[in-house]
């Protein structure tokens, strides 16, 4: 049976499903942050050791500024409003991405967040903000430009250093939209219709034991 330590999920289709009860889009965002919740308690319950989470991406700057602006308002209320509960849940909470274009308020919250967390041991929370799997990659070559450049180093280097054993994506889409391309090099891919403000710990349970009942070679026979 595979033991599965790193989850990560691109949560698809907050505003698709917005659309189709005839809400504004931001109106996914908000329901879609609810379900984060239902998915840190089920990586504790379950023994996973990592959860990480696709929320905002470098290619995301290109949505509507009304659309960006809801979207941070929405993270800094996340921020907040979990701090109690991920302390007390034993969640560390980590920012993976480039969050230097954010307003200092934010940064702040993050980085308030991090640090209340820290000794946290349930459950590492990777949340990806400003993230592009490209630009964690220039950002780190460029770091390592005077040091010797081998698999090890780069993956060191990375935002998170974890391989991913699998990685699920909501909304029906099949594409890996630029997300932690080098830690899901030998990551098992599962794709979902479900939109992400409807994933639930059920339909995850489902996925999760195909996972573990699959045949990871890894290259080998």
């Not at 905002?56 to 979207?71: A, I, M, Q």
């Not at 409003?81 to 920012?95: D, L, P, Y």
């Not at 209340?116 to 630009?135: M, Q, V």
């Amino acid at each position: 049976m595979n033991e599965l330590k790193h989850l990560a999920i691109i949560m698809d289709g907050n505003g698709r499903w917005a659309k189709k009860r005839g809400f504004i889009r931001t109106k996914g965002h908000e329901v879609g942050a609810l379900a984060v919740e239902a998915m840190c308690e089920f990586c504790i319950n379950n023994g996973i050791e990592i959860l990480s989470l696709y929320a905002f991406s470098t290619e995301n700057w290109k949505r509507p500024k009304s659309e960006v602006d809801f979207l941070m308002k929405l993270l800094k209320e996340f921020l907040i409003s979990r701090r109690e509960k991920f302390v007390k849940n034993g969640i560390f909470f980590n920012a993976i991405g480039d969050i230097t274009p954010f307003s200092d308020d934010l940064k702040v919250e993050i980085l308030t967040l991090k640090e209340l967390t820290k000794t946290n041991n349930k459950l590492k929370l990777n949340l990806a903000i400003n993230y592009g799997s490209r630009d964690e990659l220039v950002r780190v070559i460029n770091s390592l430009k005077n040091s010797e450049i081998s698999e090890n180093s780069i993956t060191n280097a990375l935002d998170e250093s974890a391989d991913i054993d699998l990685l699920v994506r909501t909304g029906g889409e099949k594409r890996l939209s630029n997300f932690m391309l080098w830690q899901a090099s030998y990551a098992e891919l599962a794709f979902t219709d479900t939109l992400w403000p409807d994933f639930n710990q059920d339909e995850l349970a489902k996925i999760v034991s195909e996972f573990k009942g699959k045949n990871r070679r890894f290259g080998g026979i």
